[in-house]
């Protein structure tokens, strides 16, 4: 009887100081939701895990990433051939990429807004200034108001390379610090347009988007973006130093798994599996 004792003392004893294993992630502001609800399910069912998610921007995680003070950097742009350098000058590799989620680019705009699409070349001439009255487009003759986001922003990279196509944003321009500050600032001006992730869709109303005045417009949900007929989305990527092992390896692959892929499909984004 005594040795039971002893035993399920130990047990104890030991169950609570068990060596506790810290992932950390860092970088798009885009994924923060998505990577949270990924750790917090995660950790639910392995308690001797902890995964600390932080947010910044894609630039920021991939800083972190090549000055070694993050294991995971999410970001939703893909890396730079640059940055690529730095990473192989510091540690000899130039980073293994796994893309995660696929998002379409959404445009907001004020839910009391009466326009509801359009093309890719309006929302370019929009966001160079080149469009400055919602009238001119199907709107109330009022100014245009633009939301757009800091440059270490993978949204802003990606947004500026594939809808501005490298051209530059109008000085107008506010930049928000986060996708949620965008959203929030078009749910309360009614002339105002921003962009950011899909799913960051509450208060705001989407615009549908088509290629040009022939095509038929799409919103950007879950179907339109994984068949491709929504014009402007891109892949969510995790980035690390070098090929996963051990711990990090089985998170990764659960988040690649029928139940992390439902976890992305939950959040708002379209699984790549």
């Known amino acids: 009887m005594k040795t039971v004792i002893i035993i399920i003392m130990m047990a104890l004893t030991f169950g609570f100081m068990m060596p506790t294993e810290t992932i950390t992630m860092k970088g798009s ?3 923060v939701i998505l990577a949270q609800r990924w750790a917090e399910v995660y950790m639910s069912k392995n308690k001797n895990f902890t995964i600390q998610v932080t947010g910044g921007g894609s630039g920021t995680g991939i800083s972190a990433l090549i000055n070694g003070t993050t294991d995971i950097c999410n970001s939703s742009r893909p890396m730079k051939r640059a940055e690529m350098d730095k990473l192989k000058q510091r540690y000899n590799t130039l980073g293994v990429e796994i893309k995660v989620a696929i998002d379409g680019l959404a445009l907001y705009v004020n839910e009391t807004n009466p326009v509801s699409e359009l093309t890719l070349d309006q929302v370019k001439r929009i966001y160079q200034g080149k469009i400055t009255n919602w009238k001119d487009i199907g709107g109330a003759d009022s100014k245009i108001i633009l939301y757009s986001r800091e440059n270490n922003s993978g949204t802003y990279v990606y947004f500026k390379d594939n809808v501005l196509e490298g051209e530059d944003f109008s000085p107008s321009a506010q930049n928000m610090p986060g996708t949620a500050a965008v959203v929030n600032a078009v749910s309360k001006d009614k002339n105002s347009i921003g962009y950011g ?25 879950a179907e339109y973006v994984k068949s491709g007929d929504y ?20 998170f990764i692959d659960w988040m690649l798994s029928k139940e992390g892929q439902e976890i992305v499909t939950k959040v708002g984004y379209s699984p790549v599996k």
């Open 197 to 221: 992730g899909e799913a960051y869709g509450k208060g705001i109303k989407f615009i549908k988007i088509k290629k040009d005045e022939k095509s038929p417009a799409y919103i950007p949900s």
């Open 29 to 31: 502001d885009t994924m």
């Open 231 to 250: 014009p402007i989305s891109r892949y969510l990527y995790l980035y690390l130093r070098s090929k996963p092992t051990g711990e990090i390896k089985k």
